[in-house]
Nanobody
Framework: QVQLVESGGGLVQPGDSLRLSCAAS????????IAWFRQAPGKEREGVSY????????YYADTVKGRFTVSRDLAKNTFYLEMNSLKPEDTAVYYC????????????????????WGQGTQVTVSS
């Protein structure tokens, strides 16, 4: 059974850093496209970052480029989102997602492409 479990959310101040983790079970991360999304109250789910299945290359939404870093540890079957210089507008529920087949680069922010989702973890950036 494919399962994704996020952890690491919390309340931080503007400018702080936070690392989210997503532990995968039931499948091997190396063979899947994996991504992070977020959803703020009243807004649509937004694609934040992505690791391409075929070559492990990484991609980011413009809103987080230069501040967030996505990575994976294949030995632990876990992937991460390192978030630096956090802003109040980063406040959202963050979700990890995976898909067996997607291998593109342009549409990675479309949530419809991903078959598997974690339960979400709240990140709140406030002073």
């Amino acid at each position: 059974q494919v399962q994704l479990v996020e952890s690491g959310g919390g309340l931080v101040q503007p400018g702080d850093s936070l690392r989210l983790s997503c532990a995968a079970s039931g499948f091997t991360l190396e063979n899947y496209a994996i991504a992070w999304f977020r959803q703020a109250p009243g807004k649509e789910r937004e694609g934040v970052s992505y690791i391409r299945r075929s070559d492990g290359s990484t991609y980011y939404a413009d809103t987080v480029k230069g501040r967030f870093t996505v990575s994976r540890d294949l030995a632990k079957n876990t992937f991460y989102l390192e978030m630096n210089s956090l802003k109040p507008e980063d406040t959202a529920v963050y979700y990890c997602a995976a898909d067996r087949y997607y291998d593109g680069t342009y549409y990675f922010t479309d949530p419809e492409l991903y078959d598997y989702w974690g339960q979400g973890t709240q990140v709140t950036v406030s002073s």
